[in-house]
């Protein structure tokens, strides 16, 4: 009896087990039809699987799918959900406040393992596009400064000035800006990734990195392999951005919605139009001078799956793995992006040389106070400074308008107006700046890479 019970099983064992193989066949090779006959109970276990396949199927197709698609899909939902039940939009805010903050969780890690490991790797005599990238931060930031400059004397705004901004200091001057970046440089490294201190980080990146240059090539293995392990999860992190997206529009527009906004039109267009002329005029200009042929392709690849993400998080350092997950999309030098992306999220900024721009300007024309075209250059030149020195400043460009404003003669408690301006007007202007902001980041490491590249393989043809 004990060995006819033990033979079942096995028959019953190996029975399932060829159920298994053949609907793992099944899905393979979905062309190929393989019949056979089985039991009730066999059938049942057919079904049972059948049904697994499907549900992991259903799963490979949505992690496999085109997330530029997924993410509209994610935000069409959002709006129809604020629009529907606010209660309900407000409560999916969470969704996207933990996508913000894994992204935000990750990013200082990420900047840290890849600048050290691609610095520790790096071979001697492999040359890399650091000078000619940073050079197209600044142009780049002071062309956006030099734009808004125009466009507010072509436009002129003016601004309701009676709300206040709070208790907020701003900097009193470029020298505490430049003193607040200094100081982030020498700060401890682990306060430094706590803070999400990109300056403090890269600096310390960079020189473990030269350090470990000297070491065994089992330490910088090691360092490579955990580099490879943080992109991973940020590989991972990013899938959810549909969902993260979802709740972030959902929310917003169920708690702010954009009412405070309408008294700010003209403001608002000019903002708005100096950031969409510097990435559609002025950038592909830029690129195009760098690669030589078309730019569009690069420049519209780098606003959907770059310029989106950073539109809805409104973090360039939440969208720093973005980036960098796009800039290995494009096959760019890892030795160049992770060093050049990180670099622009904290200097270049061409979104926040306008904002301060335009906003500095909107205080001059509200107050009849006259400009003449050299100082209107000028305050090009602080703007683009500023903005440089935005990311070391609590607040960002809101807080260095009063810099700006200083430049004029304007009291400080009339900047701080304009300041409290720019907080209401946030909800557009900061998405719109940051997606500047950090698609410029991979779009200039993009065309610096590219013309490096076209400019080797000409050489090689010659030769």
């Keep these: 009896m004990t060995q006819h019970v033990k033979s079942s099983i096995l028959r019953f064992r190996l029975s399932l087990l060829?159920?298994?193989?053949?609907?793992?066949?099944?899905?393979?090779?979905?062309?190929?039809?393989?019949?056979?006959?089985?039991?009730?109970?066999?059938?049942?276990?057919?079904?049972?699987?059948?049904?697994?396949?499907?549900?992991?199927?259903?799963?490979?197709?949505?992690?496999?799918?085109?997330?530029?698609?997924?993410?509209?899909?994610?935000l069409v939902l959002g709006i129809l959900l604020a629009m529907v039940s606010k209660p309900a939009a407000e409560a999916t805010g969470l969704l996207g406040t933990l996508f913000v903050g894994a992204l935000k969780a990750?990013?200082?890690?990420?900047?840290?393992?890849?600048?050290?490991?691609?610095?520790?790797?790096?071979?001697?005599?492999?040359?890399?596009?650091?000078?000619?990238?940073?050079?197209?931060?600044?142009?780049?930031?002071?062309?956006?400064?030099?734009?808004a400059v125009v466009f507010s004397f072509l436009f002129p705004s003016t601004l309701h000035l009676t709300s206040a901004a709070g208790d907020i200091t701003p900097p009193s001057g470029i020298v505490e800006v430049l003193r607040g970046l200094l100081m982030s440089m020498v700060s401890n490294p682990i306060t430094a990734l706590m803070n999400a201190n990109y300056i403090g980080i890269l600096v310390w990146a960079i020189g473990l990195g030269f350090a470990l240059r000297h070491g065994n090539d089992t330490t910088k293995n090691l360092v490579n392999d955990v580099s490879n392990a943080v992109t991973f999860m940020v590989k991972l992190v990013i899938r959810f951005a549909p969902i993260g997206i979802f709740g972030l529009v959902s929310s917003t527009l169920a708690t702010t919605g954009f009412d405070a906004l309408w008294g700010y039109a003209q403001l608002l267009v000019v903002l708005v139009g100096c950031m969409l002329l510097v990435a559609l005029v002025i950038n592909p200009l830029l690129v195009f001078w760098q690669i030589r042929r078309n730019p569009y392709p690069l420049v519209l690849t780098c606003l959907r799956e770059s310029g989106v993400y950073a539109f809805f998080t409104r973090s360039s350092a939440a969208n720093i793995p973005v980036n960098m997950a796009?800039?290995?999309?494009?096959?760019?030098?890892r030795d160049t992006y992770s060093v050049s992306i990180p670099l622009g999220a904290t200097v270049n900024m061409a979104g926040a040389a306008i904002t301060i721009t335009v906003l500095t300007l909107a205080a001059v024309h509200t107050l009849g106070i006259p400009?003449?075209?050299?100082?209107?250059?000028?305050?090009?030149?602080?703007?683009?400074?500023?903005?440089?020195?935005?990311?070391?400043?609590?607040?960002?460009?809101?807080?260095?308008?009063p810099l700006a404003c200083n430049m004029f003669g304007i009291?400080?408690?009339?900047?701080?107006?304009?300041?409290?301006?720019?907080?209401?007007?946030?909800?557009?202007?900061?998405?719109?700046?940051?997606?500047?902001?950090?698609?410029?980041?991979?779009?200039?490491?993009?065309?610096?890479?590219?013309?490096?590249?076209?400019?080797?393989?000409?050489?090689?043809?010659?030769?």
């Design 18 to 74: 060829s159920l298994i193989l053949n609907q793992a066949n099944k899905y393979l090779h979905p062309d190929i039809n393989v019949t056979k006959s089985t039991s009730g109970m066999e059938r049942n276990f057919t079904q049972e699987i059948r049904m697994s396949t499907q549900s992991s199927g259903l799963f490979a197709r949505l992690a496999q799918g085109s997330l530029v698609k997924q993410i509209l899909v994610g």
């Design 106 to 147: 990750v990013a200082p890690v990420l900047v840290l393992m890849l600048v050290m490991a691609s610095i520790a790797n790096h071979q001697h005599g492999q040359k890399t596009n650091i000078r000619p990238i940073l050079f197209l931060y600044l142009l780049g930031t002071f062309s956006a400064a030099l734009t």
């Design 326 to 333: 796009l800039a290995e999309k494009l096959n760019l030098d």
């Design 371 to 401: 400009v003449d075209l050299p100082t209107a250059l000028l305050l090009s030149v602080v703007a683009s400074l500023c903005a440089c020195g935005a990311s070391g400043v609590a607040g960002g460009s809101l807080l260095l308008i």
């Design 411 to 463: 009291p400080n408690e009339i900047a701080m107006q304009v300041v409290a301006v720019g907080f209401i007007i946030g909800v557009l202007q900061d998405s719109c700046e940051t997606a500047l902001n950090s698609s410029t980041d991979v779009l200039f490491t993009a065309a610096a890479c590219q013309a490096e590249d076209a400019r080797l393989a000409k050489n090689a043809l010659r030769s």
